[in-house]
């Protein structure tokens, strides 16, 4: 299971700095592809947007919203994690006491080390599986944090947020490993979830980590379903 800091206590959306504007980056011309924003978002709703050149990692940590996305619309609330990124719009709608994160970056030219998070099952789900089934899952594989975990998650986003204020010389290297940390609790939480969804999104995650890492070999259909727990055709279905 995925450690956490015991002794951390989530911040309520009561105390929480108020969020009156999110970064909306449209270019990718910034020095270091970064941004994140920390806070109770105040408008009842946020217009429909698109990030395209930046992956946008967004976490709840308390409050409710309707996330409004391609033609769908889903409640989210404390604890839910999930990921935005290329032309896929959207907004937020009926926002109530929403105290979010909105982690924005462009992993390649930031030097985050693809080559391992893309060996972890819990990556692969999270930032390759979760995003193209949303729809046909309606939402209910999406990433859902512990409430220590939750902590934990929002401590670093805390730490980065300061660090991004105060550009110190090396902050860039600071929130490289920051988000590095981040992306791999993320990832490891991913695999500690009991949702039935959420479980076969994870075996689909764990056959592309192992796809990935070992590219040389030969694989067939009734390896791969085994190894994701499915039958052939349930499996087929699931990749389509």
């Given at each position: 299971?995925?450690?956490?800091?015991r002794?951390?206590?989530?911040?309520?959306?009561?105390?929480?700095?108020?969020?009156?504007?999110?970064?909306?980056?449209?270019?990718?011309?910034?020095?270091?592809?970064?941004?994140?924003?920390?806070g109770?978002?105040?408008?009842?709703?946020?217009?429909?947007?698109?990030?395209?050149c930046?992956?946008?990692?967004?976490?709840?940590?308390?409050?409710?919203?309707?996330?409004?996305?391609?033609?769908?619309?889903y409640?989210?609330?404390?604890?839910?994690?999930?990921?935005?990124?290329?032309?896929?719009?959207?907004g937020?709608?009926?926002?109530?006491?929403?105290?979010?994160?909105?982690?924005?970056?462009?992993?390649?030219?930031?030097?985050?080390?693809?080559?391992?998070?893309?060996a972890m099952?819990?990556?692969?789900?999270?930032?390759?599986?979760?995003?193209?089934?949303?729809?046909?899952?309606?939402?209910r594989?999406?990433?859902?944090?512990?409430?220590?975990?939750?902590?934990?998650?929002?401590?670093l986003?805390?730490?980065?947020?300061?660090?991004?204020?105060?550009?110190?010389?090396?902050?860039?290297?600071?929130?490289?490993?920051?988000?590095?940390?981040?992306?791999?609790?993320?990832?490891?939480?991913?695999?500690d979830?009991?949702?039935?969804?959420?479980?076969?999104?994870?075996?689909?995650?764990?056959?592309?980590?192992?796809?990935?890492?070992?590219?040389?070999?030969?694989?067939?259909?009734?390896?791969?379903?085994e190894?994701?727990?499915m039958?052939?055709?349930?499996?087929?279905?699931?990749?389509q």
């Amino acid at each position: 299971m995925a450690k956490t800091a015991r002794s951390a206590r989530a911040t309520s959306p009561a105390t929480a700095e108020p969020l009156t504007v999110m970064y909306l980056p449209d270019r990718c011309t910034t020095p270091f592809p970064f941004h994140i924003d920390l806070g109770v978002l105040t408008m009842p709703q946020f217009p429909r947007h698109t990030h395209h050149c930046f992956i946008e990692l967004v976490l709840i940590f308390g409050g409710t919203s309707m996330h409004v996305t391609g033609g769908e619309r889903y409640r989210i609330g404390a604890g839910d994690v999930f990921v935005l990124q290329g032309e896929r719009d959207h907004g937020y709608e009926a926002t109530e006491n929403l105290y979010m994160s909105n982690v924005m970056y462009d992993a390649v030219a930031a030097g985050l080390p693809e080559r391992y998070l893309t060996a972890m099952p819990g990556y692969q789900a999270l930032f390759r599986v979760e995003p193209r089934v949303r729809e046909r899952d309606l939402f209910r594989s999406r990433l859902r944090l512990a409430a220590d975990a939750m902590s934990e998650a929002e401590r670093l986003c805390q730490r980065m947020r300061d660090v991004q204020a105060a550009q110190k010389p090396g902050w860039e290297a600071e929130i490289l490993a920051d988000l590095t940390s981040l992306v791999v609790f993320l990832s490891r939480a991913y695999g500690d979830t009991r949702e039935p969804s959420a479980r076969r999104v994870y075996r689909m995650g764990h056959v592309l980590s192992v796809l990935e890492s070992r590219p040389t070999e030969k694989w067939d259909l009734d390896t791969l379903s085994e190894m994701a727990h499915m039958s052939v055709n349930t499996f087929l279905r699931a990749f389509q």
